[in-house]
């Protein structure tokens, strides 16, 4: 019998898979898709239309990430626990793993989205604690690293490599005070750090080789690709 809150799951999809970057081009007059890295993501609207755009397109896909898991705990019951129950923590996992896999594979736009970094921030956050606490971590990372380089893909990789490792962190410290865990329990919410970490660096591999050729543009720098040119004609 399938579980009252399963419903939660297709809905959350649905909503990770809104195209904000189209939308936002869209609002602008411009198909976002045929202009600087051609991605849908807030990078690359950021590029193309200003940093204000960037931080509009940014907050909408982190709240598209976040309120569906949020609305999923709490419908479970399980928000502010470290030790739910496997049925419920699966649920509450895979609610949270469809708004990011609507974000990345989106339906409507040929299963070609965005790199799923914003979305996957409000989703971590949604998952309260368990991924929540890594997940403030991770934003911290971000916004450090993002600083220090101006690279968002760089700041975006170092925060996915740092999710497992802060999730494993927080479990190791939960038990050692005396928090009621179990391996059993914690084992799916580790399972999903490694996936978001994985996915997230597979989606920016472009930018990693982009990096290695000192070819990735920082944050705050305008990229337009032109419109193809007409072949030149030899003069007489």
Known sequence: MIHPAAWCIPIAFLAGSIPTGLLIGRWKGIDIRQHGSRNIGATNVGRVLGKKYFALCFSIDF???????????YWLGVLGSLDAPLESAVIWLACMLSTILGNVFN?????????GVATSLGALLGVFPPLALPGLVVLTNFLIM?????????????????LPIATSLLFIIAGTIGYSTS??????????????????????????TRLRLGTEPRIGERKTIPPAQAPSVPTQ
């Open 183 to 208: 391996l059993r329990s914690s084992l799916p919410f580790l399972a999903v750090a490694l996936s978001v970490g994985v996915l997230v660096v597979w989606t920016h591999r472009a930018n990693i």
């Open 63 to 73: 709240l598209k990430g976040l309120l569906p898991p949020l609305a999923a705990g």
């Open 146 to 162: 993002l600083k220090l380089f101006r690279y968002v893909s760089l700041a975006s990789i170092v925060g996915a490599i740092t």
């Open 107 to 115: 339906p409507w736009l040929k299963f070609k989205g965005g790199k």
